[in-house]
Protein backbone atom coordinates (compact mmCIF):
# COMPACT_ATOMS: atom_id res chain seq x y z
CA UNK A 1 0.00 0.00 0.00
CA UNK A 2 1.25 3.35 -0.70
CA UNK A 3 2.08 5.81 1.88
CA UNK A 4 -1.14 8.06 2.16
CA UNK A 5 -0.69 11.58 1.44
CA UNK A 6 -2.60 14.79 1.33
CA UNK A 7 -1.01 16.93 -1.09
CA UNK A 8 1.97 17.12 -3.08
CA UNK A 9 3.72 19.77 -5.37
CA UNK A 10 4.72 18.15 -8.80
CA UNK A 11 6.97 20.15 -11.08
CA UNK A 12 5.11 20.35 -14.31
CA UNK A 13 5.83 20.64 -17.30
CA UNK A 14 2.82 19.54 -19.44
CA UNK A 15 5.12 17.23 -21.40
CA UNK A 16 4.59 13.32 -21.78
CA UNK A 17 6.09 12.38 -18.46
CA UNK A 18 5.12 15.08 -15.71
CA UNK A 19 1.49 14.64 -17.33
CA UNK A 20 1.25 10.78 -16.46
CA UNK A 21 2.88 11.29 -13.43
CA UNK A 22 0.17 13.82 -12.25
CA UNK A 23 -3.00 10.61 -12.72
CA UNK A 24 -0.38 8.20 -11.69
CA UNK A 25 0.34 10.00 -8.35
CA UNK A 26 -3.32 10.72 -7.85
CA UNK A 27 -4.35 6.79 -8.20
CA UNK A 28 -1.56 5.62 -6.46
CA UNK A 29 -1.61 8.24 -3.10
CA UNK A 30 -4.89 8.88 -3.64
CA UNK A 31 -4.31 12.65 -2.46
CA UNK A 32 -4.36 15.98 -4.01
CA UNK A 33 -1.44 17.08 -6.89
CA UNK A 34 -0.51 20.69 -7.24
CA UNK A 35 1.14 21.49 -10.37
CA UNK A 36 3.99 23.73 -10.71
CA UNK A 37 5.34 25.44 -13.82
CA UNK A 38 8.16 27.00 -14.00
CA UNK A 39 8.54 30.18 -16.87
CA UNK A 40 11.51 29.99 -17.66
CA UNK A 41 11.57 30.93 -21.03
CA UNK A 42 10.56 27.37 -23.05
CA UNK A 43 8.18 29.76 -25.18
CA UNK A 44 5.02 27.17 -24.44
CA UNK A 45 1.41 28.40 -24.19
CA UNK A 46 0.79 28.73 -20.23
CA UNK A 47 -2.92 28.96 -20.33
CA UNK A 48 -2.74 25.48 -22.37
CA UNK A 49 -0.40 24.24 -19.57
CA UNK A 50 -2.99 25.27 -16.57
CA UNK A 51 -5.59 23.91 -18.84
CA UNK A 52 -4.15 20.54 -19.30
CA UNK A 53 -3.29 19.85 -15.49
CA UNK A 54 -6.22 20.56 -14.13
CA UNK A 55 -8.07 18.53 -17.11
CA UNK A 56 -5.71 15.79 -15.66
CA UNK A 57 -6.90 16.26 -12.61
CA UNK A 58 -4.53 18.81 -10.37
CA UNK A 59 -6.04 20.36 -7.94
CA UNK A 60 -4.42 23.44 -8.48
CA UNK A 61 -1.61 25.06 -10.80
CA UNK A 62 1.13 27.56 -10.34
CA UNK A 63 2.45 29.05 -12.80
CA UNK A 64 5.60 31.28 -11.64
CA UNK A 65 7.54 33.86 -14.25
CA UNK A 66 11.17 33.43 -13.27
CA UNK A 67 13.02 33.99 -16.29
CA UNK A 68 14.16 37.69 -14.96
CA UNK A 69 15.43 35.37 -12.00
CA UNK A 70 17.25 32.33 -14.11
CA UNK A 71 19.27 34.72 -16.08
CA UNK A 72 20.13 37.13 -13.28
CA UNK A 73 20.44 34.74 -10.21
CA UNK A 74 21.70 31.38 -12.57
CA UNK A 75 23.18 31.77 -15.98
CA UNK A 76 24.82 35.00 -15.54
CA UNK A 77 26.72 33.96 -12.09
CA UNK A 78 27.54 30.91 -14.18
CA UNK A 79 28.92 32.87 -16.86
CA UNK A 80 31.07 35.03 -15.27
CA UNK A 81 32.95 31.71 -14.46
CA UNK A 82 33.17 30.76 -18.28
CA UNK A 83 31.45 27.57 -17.10
CA UNK A 84 31.53 24.70 -19.65
CA UNK A 85 31.45 20.96 -18.83
CA UNK A 86 33.36 18.27 -20.69
CA UNK A 87 34.20 21.33 -23.12
CA UNK A 88 30.97 21.75 -24.69
CA UNK A 89 28.01 21.43 -22.81
CA UNK A 90 26.81 25.01 -21.81
CA UNK A 91 24.84 23.75 -18.74
CA UNK A 92 21.38 25.21 -19.95
CA UNK A 93 19.26 21.88 -18.25
CA UNK A 94 21.76 21.95 -15.02
CA UNK A 95 21.40 25.73 -14.38
CA UNK A 96 17.48 25.93 -14.18
CA UNK A 97 16.90 22.42 -12.16
CA UNK A 98 18.09 24.71 -8.16
CA UNK A 99 15.94 27.19 -9.03
CA UNK A 100 12.71 25.19 -10.01
CA UNK A 101 13.65 23.23 -6.98
CA UNK A 102 13.62 26.16 -4.74
CA UNK A 103 10.04 27.43 -5.41
CA UNK A 104 8.49 24.05 -5.47
CA UNK A 105 10.09 23.93 -2.07
CA UNK A 106 8.34 27.69 -1.11
CA UNK A 107 5.02 26.38 -2.91
CA UNK A 108 5.05 23.28 -0.24
CA UNK A 109 5.77 25.38 2.61
CA UNK A 110 2.64 27.81 1.50
CA UNK A 111 0.25 25.11 0.54
CA UNK A 112 1.34 22.82 3.39
CA UNK A 113 1.98 19.82 1.47
CA UNK A 114 3.48 16.74 2.48
CA UNK A 115 5.81 15.93 -0.70
CA UNK A 116 7.27 17.05 -3.54
CA UNK A 117 7.70 14.80 -6.81
CA UNK A 118 9.44 15.34 -10.36
CA UNK A 119 9.49 13.54 -13.45
CA UNK A 120 13.36 13.09 -14.20
CA UNK A 121 13.98 9.20 -14.74
CA UNK A 122 15.92 6.96 -12.41
CA UNK A 123 19.01 7.21 -15.34
CA UNK A 124 19.11 10.61 -15.55
CA UNK A 125 21.33 13.77 -13.87
CA UNK A 126 18.10 15.61 -12.87
CA UNK A 127 16.48 13.40 -10.37
CA UNK A 128 20.08 14.41 -8.70
CA UNK A 129 19.61 17.99 -9.11
CA UNK A 130 16.43 18.59 -8.22
CA UNK A 131 16.50 16.29 -5.04
CA UNK A 132 19.47 17.67 -3.68
CA UNK A 133 18.33 21.35 -3.44
CA UNK A 134 15.08 20.09 -2.25
CA UNK A 135 17.36 18.44 0.40
CA UNK A 136 19.26 21.60 0.91
CA UNK A 137 16.25 23.20 1.24
CA UNK A 138 14.13 21.59 3.54
CA UNK A 139 16.27 18.45 4.84
CA UNK A 140 12.84 16.65 6.15
CA UNK A 141 11.06 17.15 2.81
CA UNK A 142 9.43 13.60 1.56
CA UNK A 143 10.16 13.42 -2.31
CA UNK A 144 8.20 10.95 -4.72
CA UNK A 145 9.74 9.87 -7.94
CA UNK A 146 7.75 7.81 -10.05
CA UNK A 147 10.06 7.16 -12.67
CA UNK A 148 12.13 4.63 -9.32
CA UNK A 149 8.51 3.01 -8.15
CA UNK A 150 6.16 2.69 -11.50
CA UNK A 151 6.12 -0.19 -13.85
CA UNK A 152 6.02 2.10 -16.73
CA UNK A 153 9.49 1.82 -18.11
CA UNK A 154 9.76 3.73 -21.30
CA UNK A 155 8.23 6.54 -23.50
CA UNK A 156 5.89 3.92 -25.34
CA UNK A 157 4.51 2.89 -22.40
CA UNK A 158 4.16 6.32 -21.36
CA UNK A 159 2.60 7.15 -24.50
CA UNK A 160 -0.11 4.42 -24.17
CA UNK A 161 -0.86 5.07 -20.58
CA UNK A 162 -1.95 9.05 -21.65
CA UNK A 163 -4.10 7.49 -24.56
CA UNK A 164 -5.70 5.48 -22.02
CA UNK A 165 -5.85 8.07 -19.96
CA UNK A 166 -7.07 10.66 -22.23
CA UNK A 167 -4.01 12.69 -21.53
CA UNK A 168 -3.15 15.64 -24.20
CA UNK A 169 0.36 15.26 -24.87
CA UNK A 170 3.24 16.54 -27.16
CA UNK A 171 4.98 13.00 -27.94
CA UNK A 172 4.78 10.53 -30.22
CA UNK A 173 6.22 7.05 -31.54
CA UNK A 174 7.48 9.31 -34.41
CA UNK A 175 9.00 11.89 -32.04
CA UNK A 176 9.86 10.32 -29.09
CA UNK A 177 12.33 12.96 -27.83
CA UNK A 178 12.63 14.53 -24.75
CA UNK A 179 13.18 17.92 -24.63
CA UNK A 180 14.10 20.98 -22.39
CA UNK A 181 14.00 23.92 -23.11
CA UNK A 182 14.47 27.58 -21.20
CA UNK A 183 15.67 30.78 -22.28
CA UNK A 184 19.50 29.30 -22.52
CA UNK A 185 19.12 26.12 -24.39
CA UNK A 186 16.76 23.44 -26.16
CA UNK A 187 17.95 20.12 -25.11
CA UNK A 188 16.98 16.83 -27.50
CA UNK A 189 17.84 13.25 -26.13
CA UNK A 190 15.85 9.87 -27.07
CA UNK A 191 14.69 8.37 -29.87
CA UNK A 192 16.57 7.65 -32.52
CA UNK A 193 19.52 9.80 -30.93
CA UNK A 194 20.41 7.65 -28.60
CA UNK A 195 22.51 5.73 -31.68
CA UNK A 196 25.62 8.16 -31.63
CA UNK A 197 26.08 7.62 -35.21
CA UNK A 198 23.41 8.84 -36.71
CA UNK A 199 22.91 12.43 -37.69
CA UNK A 200 20.19 14.38 -35.61
CA UNK A 201 17.43 14.97 -38.00
CA UNK A 202 17.65 18.64 -40.08
CA UNK A 203 14.10 19.16 -38.31
CA UNK A 204 15.24 18.54 -34.79
CA UNK A 205 16.67 21.96 -34.52
CA UNK A 206 13.88 24.89 -33.18
CA UNK A 207 16.38 27.92 -32.22
CA UNK A 208 18.92 27.85 -34.38
CA UNK A 209 18.56 28.00 -38.83
CA UNK A 210 21.49 25.79 -40.30
CA UNK A 211 24.83 27.29 -41.20
CA UNK A 212 24.03 25.82 -44.52
CA UNK A 213 21.13 28.40 -44.95
CA UNK A 214 22.20 31.23 -42.75
CA UNK A 215 22.38 34.81 -44.18
CA UNK A 216 25.31 35.48 -47.15
CA UNK A 217 26.42 38.48 -45.07
CA UNK A 218 27.65 38.22 -41.30
CA UNK A 219 26.33 40.27 -38.75
CA UNK A 220 28.06 42.81 -36.34
CA UNK A 221 26.70 43.75 -33.18
CA UNK A 222 28.74 45.21 -29.90
CA UNK A 223 27.88 43.72 -26.46
CA UNK A 224 28.46 45.82 -22.96
CA UNK A 225 29.43 43.86 -19.71
CA UNK A 226 29.29 45.55 -16.57
CA UNK A 227 31.65 43.56 -13.57
CA UNK A 228 31.12 39.96 -15.90
CA UNK A 229 27.55 40.86 -16.47
CA UNK A 230 26.25 41.72 -20.23
CA UNK A 231 23.95 44.59 -19.97
CA UNK A 232 23.72 46.18 -23.46
CA UNK A 233 23.59 45.17 -27.04
CA UNK A 234 24.41 47.70 -29.63
CA UNK A 235 24.24 50.86 -26.74
CA UNK A 236 20.98 49.43 -26.06
CA UNK A 237 20.47 48.85 -22.28
CA UNK A 238 18.50 45.55 -21.48
CA UNK A 239 17.40 43.46 -18.59
CA UNK A 240 19.06 40.27 -18.40
CA UNK A 241 15.98 38.12 -19.54
CA UNK A 242 15.66 40.30 -22.66
CA UNK A 243 19.40 40.79 -23.28
CA UNK A 244 19.53 36.54 -23.73
CA UNK A 245 16.29 35.82 -25.71
CA UNK A 246 17.64 38.59 -28.21
CA UNK A 247 21.17 36.95 -28.52
CA UNK A 248 19.18 33.95 -28.80
CA UNK A 249 17.56 35.42 -31.61
CA UNK A 250 20.29 37.35 -33.60
CA UNK A 251 22.50 33.82 -32.95
CA UNK A 252 19.72 31.37 -34.36
CA UNK A 253 19.57 33.08 -37.49
CA UNK A 254 22.94 32.47 -38.03
CA UNK A 255 23.38 29.05 -36.91
CA UNK A 256 25.61 29.71 -33.86
CA UNK A 257 25.11 27.23 -30.72
CA UNK A 258 24.40 23.69 -32.26
CA UNK A 259 26.44 21.06 -29.90
CA UNK A 260 25.98 17.26 -30.52
CA UNK A 261 27.80 15.62 -27.15
CA UNK A 262 28.04 12.14 -26.10
CA UNK A 263 28.14 13.33 -21.85
CA UNK A 264 29.26 11.65 -18.54
CA UNK A 265 26.43 11.83 -16.52
CA UNK A 266 26.82 11.57 -12.70
CA UNK A 267 25.35 8.56 -12.23
CA UNK A 268 27.28 6.64 -14.23
CA UNK A 269 26.82 6.12 -17.91
CA UNK A 270 27.09 8.06 -21.15
CA UNK A 271 24.51 9.74 -22.89
CA UNK A 272 23.95 11.35 -26.11
CA UNK A 273 22.41 14.97 -26.46
CA UNK A 274 21.53 17.66 -29.12
CA UNK A 275 22.23 21.45 -27.70
CA UNK A 276 21.17 24.03 -29.42
CA UNK A 277 22.25 27.58 -26.96
CA UNK A 278 22.61 30.55 -29.41
CA UNK A 279 22.45 33.44 -27.04
CA UNK A 280 24.55 31.53 -24.38
CA UNK A 281 27.51 30.90 -27.03
CA UNK A 282 27.90 34.42 -28.26
CA UNK A 283 28.32 35.77 -24.08
CA UNK A 284 30.90 33.42 -23.21
CA UNK A 285 33.27 34.06 -26.70
CA UNK A 286 32.61 37.61 -25.49
CA UNK A 287 33.02 37.59 -21.66
CA UNK A 288 35.82 35.79 -22.56
CA UNK A 289 37.73 38.39 -25.37
CA UNK A 290 36.61 41.08 -22.38
CA UNK A 291 38.48 39.01 -19.63
CA UNK A 292 41.57 38.91 -21.80
CA UNK A 293 42.13 42.72 -21.61
CA UNK A 294 40.96 43.23 -18.01
CA UNK A 295 41.91 40.40 -15.74
CA UNK A 296 45.39 39.49 -14.52
CA UNK A 297 47.09 36.84 -16.25
CA UNK A 298 47.54 34.54 -12.46
CA UNK A 299 44.23 35.54 -11.30
CA UNK A 300 43.00 34.03 -14.59
CA UNK A 301 44.99 31.14 -14.53
CA UNK A 302 43.83 30.18 -10.99
CA UNK A 303 40.10 31.12 -11.77
CA UNK A 304 40.30 28.54 -15.32
CA UNK A 305 41.97 26.17 -13.23
CA UNK A 306 38.56 25.96 -11.07
CA UNK A 307 36.19 25.62 -14.22
CA UNK A 308 35.82 22.27 -14.63
CA UNK A 309 34.80 21.41 -11.08
CA UNK A 310 32.75 24.56 -11.30
CA UNK A 311 30.97 23.60 -13.94
CA UNK A 312 30.53 19.86 -12.57
CA UNK A 313 29.24 20.88 -9.38
CA UNK A 314 26.31 22.93 -11.49
CA UNK A 315 25.91 19.72 -13.84
CA UNK A 316 25.77 17.17 -10.68
CA UNK A 317 23.15 19.39 -8.61
CA UNK A 318 25.09 20.87 -5.88
CA UNK A 319 24.25 24.60 -6.71
CA UNK A 320 23.46 25.08 -3.12
CA UNK A 321 26.34 23.43 -1.67
CA UNK A 322 29.23 25.47 0.76
CA UNK A 323 31.40 24.48 -1.97
CA UNK A 324 29.72 26.38 -4.68
CA UNK A 325 29.08 29.66 -2.70
CA UNK A 326 32.86 29.60 -1.89
CA UNK A 327 33.88 29.42 -5.42
CA UNK A 328 30.83 31.70 -6.52
CA UNK A 329 32.01 34.38 -4.17
CA UNK A 330 35.74 33.82 -5.44
CA UNK A 331 34.61 33.94 -9.15
CA UNK A 332 32.43 36.97 -8.22
CA UNK A 333 35.91 38.99 -6.93
CA UNK A 334 37.55 38.62 -9.86
CA UNK A 335 35.07 39.98 -12.24
CA UNK A 336 35.23 43.81 -10.32
CA UNK A 337 36.98 44.89 -13.65
CA UNK A 338 35.68 42.91 -16.20
CA UNK A 339 33.35 45.88 -17.38
CA UNK A 340 33.62 47.13 -21.26
CA UNK A 341 32.36 46.53 -25.04
CA UNK A 342 33.14 43.53 -27.12
CA UNK A 343 32.34 43.41 -30.81
CA UNK A 344 31.15 40.46 -32.41
CA UNK A 345 30.78 38.94 -35.66
CA UNK A 346 28.58 36.17 -36.45
CA UNK A 347 28.47 34.44 -39.66
CA UNK A 348 26.82 30.66 -40.43
CA UNK A 349 27.70 28.72 -37.33
CA UNK A 350 30.67 30.63 -36.24
CA UNK A 351 31.00 33.52 -33.86
CA UNK A 352 34.18 35.75 -33.95
CA UNK A 353 35.76 38.30 -31.63
CA UNK A 354 36.26 41.57 -33.83
CA UNK A 355 37.44 43.89 -31.18
CA UNK A 356 37.12 44.12 -27.08
CA UNK A 357 38.10 47.91 -25.13
CA UNK A 358 37.43 48.47 -21.57
CA UNK A 359 38.36 51.37 -19.22
CA UNK A 360 40.09 49.00 -17.20
CA UNK A 361 42.04 47.69 -19.88
CA UNK A 362 45.65 46.50 -18.63
CA UNK A 363 46.57 45.82 -22.14
CA UNK A 364 49.46 48.44 -22.82
CA UNK A 365 50.71 48.56 -26.66
CA UNK A 366 53.69 50.08 -25.40
CA UNK A 367 54.77 46.81 -24.32
CA UNK A 368 53.11 44.51 -26.53
CA UNK A 369 54.54 46.29 -29.43
CA UNK A 370 56.71 44.80 -31.89
CA UNK A 371 57.86 48.54 -33.43
CA UNK A 372 60.34 50.44 -31.51
CA UNK A 373 59.85 50.92 -27.94
CA UNK A 374 61.24 52.72 -24.81
CA UNK A 375 59.70 51.12 -21.63
CA UNK A 376 61.10 47.46 -22.26
CA UNK A 377 64.30 46.24 -22.19
CA UNK A 378 64.86 42.86 -24.49
CA UNK A 379 67.93 42.50 -22.90
CA UNK A 380 66.34 41.54 -19.20
CA UNK A 381 64.87 38.90 -21.10
CA UNK A 382 67.87 36.65 -21.03
CA UNK A 383 68.63 36.34 -16.75
CA UNK A 384 64.77 35.91 -16.98
CA UNK A 385 65.19 32.79 -19.33
CA UNK A 386 67.84 31.35 -17.49
CA UNK A 387 66.90 31.16 -14.35
CA UNK A 388 63.67 29.69 -15.42
CA UNK A 389 66.02 27.35 -16.87
CA UNK A 390 67.92 26.50 -13.63
CA UNK A 391 66.40 23.74 -12.97
CA UNK A 392 65.86 22.08 -16.61
CA UNK A 393 70.15 22.42 -16.57
CA UNK A 394 70.90 20.96 -13.44
CA UNK A 395 68.45 17.64 -14.41
CA UNK A 396 70.27 17.54 -17.52
CA UNK A 397 73.60 17.64 -15.81
CA UNK A 398 73.00 14.96 -13.38
CA UNK A 399 71.47 12.61 -15.66
CA UNK A 400 74.54 12.80 -18.13
Known sequence: MAQKLNKVVLAYSGGLDTSVILRWLIETYDCQVIAFSADIGQEEELASVRENALATGASDVYIEDLREIFVKDYVFPAFRANAIYEGEYLLGTSLARPLIAKKQIEIAHAEGADAVSHGATGKGNDQVRFELSYLALDPSILIIA????????????????????????PASRAKPYSTDRNLLHISYEGGILEDPWIRPPDDIYTLTTSPLDAPDEPEVIEITFKQGDPCAIDDTPLSPADLLKQLNVIGGRHGVGRADIVENRYVGMKSRGVYETPGGTVLRKAHMALESIT???????????????????????????????????????TQARVSGVVRVELYKGNCGILGRKSDNSIYNADFATFEEDHVYNQKDAEGFIRLNALRLRIQKMLLS
Request: aromatic share 14%.
Open 146 to 169: PWREWDLNSRTQLIDYAKKHGIPV
Open 295 to 333: LDREVMHLRDSLIPKYSELIYYGFWFSPEMKLMQNMIDM
